[in-house]
T-cell receptor, first 117, second 109 residues
Framework: GAVVSQHPSRVICKSGTSVKIECRSL??????MFWYRQFPKQSLMLMAT?????????EQGVEKDKFLINHASLTLSTLTVTSAHPEDSSFYIC?????????????FGNGTRLTVT | EDQVTQSPEALRLQEGESSSLNCSYT??????LFWYRQDPGKGPEFLFT???AGEEKEKERLKATLTKKESFLHITAPKPEDSATYLC??????????FGQGTTLQVKP
């Protein structure tokens, strides 16, 4: 089946530093990838849509200068949390559609647990 | 406003005790409804897609059904390994994928 790989699975960083999270589609090409955030015991909230070769689209309330997204190839999107603060601590999950049909299911990576101290 | 509501929030079952999880939705045109399973500390794992009312999908002990207002995930004779959070997500005509809050299922041996 379709596999979306995310790295790292866990990261701890100090306040004020930046952290990069990678999301790869392993057996398919993804022109679009989606970045979600999940707080404990809450559901997934879409942060931004990553588009290969163009700018990402951010959801309302998500700071684009804080959450930098780069989709440099058809199999890799990266999310960089800049100048991280404790309130950025969360579970970040990326996803993509292996099937090009717009109403086909998303497949998710295994998430990155970010802890900012 | 598009909305997806799952119930119950948490469900405890004995092994072998069948039950159903509910996902109610109000959206501006349904393009698809998806069920996922999420284990603690992991990303959601895709289970089923339903596209139109009356559609049903089955996989092992799980069966998903869809009406114009809600979807059910039926679990028949569950086992402890079925314990997880089950997420429902709805894709509307706006192109947005909206997730419910999830139902956390615990199956005791």
């Amino acid at each position: 089946g379709a596999v979306v790989s995310q790295h790292p699975s866990r990261v701890i960083c100090k306040s004020g530093t930046s952290v990069k999270i990678e999301c790869r589609s392993l057996d398919f090409q993804a022109t679009t990838m989606f970045w979600y955030r999940q707080f404990p015991k809450q559901s997934l909230m879409l942060m931004a849509t990553s588009n290969e070769g163009s700018k990402a689209t951010y959801e309302q309330g998500v700071e684009k200068d804080k959450f930098l997204i780069n989709h440099a190839s058809l199999t890799l999107s990266t999310l960089t949390v800049t100048s991280a603060h404790p309130e950025d601590s969360s579970f970040y999950i990326c996803s993509a559609r292996p099937n090009l049909r717009g109403n086909s299911p998303l497949h998710f990576g295994n998430g990155t647990r970010l802890t900012v101290t | 406003e598009d909305q997806v509501t799952q119930s119950p929030e948490a469900l405890r079952l004995q092994e072998g005790e069948s039950s159903s999880l509910n996902c109610s939705y109000t959206v501006s045109g349904l393009r698809g409804l998806f069920w996922y399973r999420q284990d603690p500390g992991k990303g959601p794992e895709f289970l089923f897609t339903l596209y139109s009312a009356g559609e049903e999908k089955e996989k092992e002990r799980l069966k998903a059904t869809l009406t114009k207002k809600e979807s059910f995930l039926h679990i028949t004779a569950p086992k402890p390994e079925d314990s997880a959070t089950y997420l429902c997500a709805v894709l509307s005509n706006t192109g947005k994928l909206i997730f419910g809050q999830g139902t956390t299922l615990q199956v005791k041996p």
